[in-house]
């Protein structure tokens, strides 16, 4: 439906670099006293703190994921 493949890759970091920047600036402006605070999501009830730390292992995940293609593309 997006088109990942058609994308120009470049265009795409320079997408999610601006992305990055604002969620860091977001994350940034949070209170000491905010990161406990509950937000929901459907019927899924998660703090501020935990969904900072989900952010963080999705990108992990998915560079994981990126080094395991590129290593198979490069050993055919």
Known sequence: ERNYNGQDPAVVAGELDAIAGELVAALNAVPADGWQRFGTRG??????????????HEVDHHLLDIGRTMRHVRGR
């Open 43 to 56: 019927e899924v009830v998660f703090t501020l703190d935990w969904m900072a730390r989900n952010v963080q």
